[in-house]
């Protein structure tokens, strides 16, 4: 949905909880494959590689537990890639199960389903673009130039109910370091951002959760 190509993935049961590299033995693997759907993909146009784990059941199967210890605690695991489309029916059942438990369901109300998304100037038309920096002069400085991320985006990214508060965080939302640099000229930009937008010093800023600090400072 982006103009970019995805290939992939892989699919490894691995038992290491903090096991997150890519392999070349996967990479050859992916590349065999695709190559099979796509002769002539030039893997050397790569841009980056992503891994992740899921947790897995043991044997597999969905489980979807109603605690009897816990009063309206739901567990729900094993789901794996049929997850996807198999969300209603999983849905339904548990709600079913919760009802059979005894547990009071109630529907929320004035409940809003519909989340306004941050407007990407990137697919705007000119006209559209210059309407969009008239009501907000941010929308006229570039950011992100590979992405062409703005920093009224980077901004509203930041302030929003559940807000950005590290580069990774930032670049999940409006995509600022996602494009063929890899965050290699926006990123003091966006650290920048987030330093007088959050007003925090410099070497407060993370790259993700943990201890990925960015900046060190000499101050004692």
Same mark, same amino acid.
């Given at each position: 949905?982006?103009?970019?190509?995805?290939?992939?993935?892989?699919?490894?049961?691995?038992?290491?909880?903090?096991?997150?590299?890519?392999?070349?033995?996967?990479?050859?693997?992916?590349?065999?494959?695709?190559?099979?759907?796509?002769?002539?993909?030039?893997?050397?146009?790569?841009?980056?590689?992503?891994?992740?784990?899921?947790?897995?059941?043991?044997?597999?199967?969905?489980?979807?537990?109603?605690?009897?210890?816990?009063?309206?605690?739901?567990?729900?695991?094993?789901?794996?890639?049929?997850?996807?489309?198999?969300?209603?029916?999983?849905?339904?059942?548990?709600?079913?199960?919760?009802?059979?438990?005894?547990?009071?369901?109630?529907?929320?109300?004035?409940?809003?389903?519909?989340?306004?998304?941050?407007?990407?100037?990137?697919?705007?038309?000119?006209?559209?673009?210059?309407?969009?920096?008239?009501?907000? &002069?941010?929308?006229?400085? +570039?950011? *992100? %130039?590979?992405?062409? @991320?703005?920093?009224? =985006? $980077?901004?509203?990214?930041?302030?929003?109910?559940?807000?950005?508060?590290?580069?990774?965080?930032?670049?999940?939302?409006?995509?600022?370091?996602?494009?063929?640099?890899?965050?290699?000229?926006?990123? &003091?930009?966006?650290?920048? +951002?987030? *330093? %007088?937008?959050?007003? @925090?010093?410099?070497? =407060? $800023?993370?790259?993700?959760?943990?201890?990925?600090?960015?900046?060190?400072?000499?101050?004692?």
């Amino acid at each position: 949905m982006d103009g970019n190509i995805l290939i992939g993935p892989t699919a490894e049961d691995i038992e290491d909880k903090l096991d997150k590299k890519t392999t070349k033995e996967g990479l050859d693997q992916v590349m065999e494959q695709a190559r099979m759907l796509v002769p002539n993909l030039h893997m050397e146009d790569t841009i980056t590689q992503f891994v992740g784990l899921r947790p897995a059941r043991e044997p597999e199967g969905y489980n979807i537990l109603i605690s009897d210890k816990v009063k309206g605690y739901v567990g729900i695991s094993g789901i794996r890639s049929t997850g996807l489309t198999g969300s209603l029916g999983i849905a339904k059942y548990t709600i079913r199960q919760m009802q059979e438990a005894g547990l009071i369901l109630e529907r929320k109300q004035g409940f809003v389903p519909v989340r306004r998304g941050i407007v990407s100037f990137a697919d705007k038309t000119d006209e559209e673009k210059n309407r969009l920096i008239q009501q907000d &002069p941010r929308y006229g400085r +570039i950011v *992100c %130039r590979c992405e062409q @991320i703005t920093e009224s =985006e $980077i901004v509203q990214a930041i302030h929003r109910p559940v807000g950005a508060r590290t580069l990774d965080a930032v670049k999940r939302r409006v995509r600022a370091g996602m494009g063929r640099c890899q965050g290699g000229f926006c990123s &003091p930009l966006v650290a920048e +951002i987030l *330093c %007088r937008e959050l007003d @925090i010093p410099a070497n =407060e $800023i993370r790259k993700r959760s943990g201890d990925s600090y960015l900046f060190m400072s000499n101050e004692t």
